[in-house]
């Protein structure tokens, strides 16, 4: 770690916020977890990171994201966007739509059925999962341009790009989809990257590259013990990613 511990502020998905905030943990950073509008723009404040993602979307959820986003934006710390299950439905795409109106985003990550979304491509989506979809390289970096934020697209081969530049890094393990939340633990991840080692494409980069090698090596670590379930390889992944934390 470069800095003594990088706070990130999650305002983030109920249904996996315990393992992104286990994973910053783990990763040497600390995680605080406020979502009330009345409290938001003071711990913002104090933060060195903010991760915004939709997860479970709403009225209460939008208004606190907006406070904390200008906020980050008006004391220069990075600023994470996730687009949870963009193009599901008609208020998720609002609801992104006005954050990115109001608020200017580091990076903005998710996967290539989220992404093309943004876009701007006619995506049928039924839920929060990745689609075999077709994006390229100029797609993501008129996004960045569009946006001025580093684009991660994430899937079997995750295309991170800003508007002059743009790397490959190839995808960690399939049992990555088989758990619900791997998705938010790399935006959180990234966050504590950009907070840590400054805010420039190399910083996701690297982000991205641990959290799939932390990937692959937690699914060897599985098969090593002849185990198959699920929750066991979230375990072991978490352990995996924990490697970076200076206390270990």
């Known amino acids: 770690m470069k800095r003594i511990n990088p706070l990130v502020h999650l305002i983030s998905n109920e249904v996996t916020l315990n393992d992104v905030v286990n994973v910053i943990l783990g990763a040497g950073g600390r995680a605080v977890c406020?979502?009330?509008?009345?409290?938001?723009?003071?711990?913002?404040?104090?933060?060195?990171?903010?991760?915004?993602?939709?997860?479970?979307?709403?009225?209460k959820k939008l208004e606190a994201m907006l406070i904390a986003g200008k906020r980050a934006n008006e004391i220069g710390i990075p600023v994470v966007l996730d687009p949870v299950?963009?193009?599901?439905?008609?208020?998720?795409?609002e609801f992104v739509n006005h954050l990115l109106e109001e608020?200017?985003?580091?990076?903005?990550?998710?996967?290539?059925?989220?992404?093309?979304?943004?876009?701007?491509?006619?995506?049928?989506?039924?839920?929060?999962?990745?689609?075999?979809?077709?994006?390229?390289?100029?797609d993501i970096q008129h996004l960045s341009?569009?946006?001025?934020?580093?684009?991660?697209?994430?899937?079997?081969?995750?295309?991170?790009?800003?508007?002059?530049?743009?790397?490959?890094?190839?995808?960690?393990?399939?049992?990555?989809?088989?758990?619900?939340?791997?998705?938010?633990?790399?935006?959180?991840?990234?966050?504590?990257?950009?907070?840590?080692?400054?805010?420039?494409?190399?910083?996701?980069?690297s982000a991205v590259k641990y959290f799939n090698n932390a990937g692959k090596s937690a699914e060897s670590d599985l098969f090593?013990?002849?185990?198959?379930?699920?929750?066991?390889?979230?375990i072991k992944l978490i352990d995996r990613l924990s490697e970076r934390g200076e206390y270990l």
């Open 34 to 59: 406020a979502v009330a509008k009345e409290e938001v723009l003071e711990i913002t404040s104090t933060s060195d990171a903010l991760v915004l993602n939709i997860g479970v979307p709403n009225k």
């Open 85 to 93: 299950g963009l193009g599901a439905s008609a208020f998720r795409n």
């Open 224 to 234: 090593a013990e002849g185990i198959k379930g699920t929750g066991s390889y979230r």
């Open 103 to 138: 608020i200017s985003f580091t990076c903005i990550k998710g996967n290539r059925a989220e992404i093309a979304e943004l876009c701007g491509f006619e995506i049928i989506s039924e839920g929060v999962d990745s689609k075999d979809v077709k994006l390229s390289i100029s």
């Open 145 to 205: 341009f569009r946006t001025g934020a580093i684009i991660a697209a994430t899937g079997e081969v995750n295309i991170i790009a800003d508007d002059r530049s743009s790397f490959e890094v190839k995808g960690g393990s399939h049992l990555l989809t088989k758990i619900t939340g791997s998705g938010c633990m790399l935006s959180g991840l990234i966050g504590l990257y950009l907070a840590d080692e400054g805010q420039n494409i190399n910083s996701v980069v």
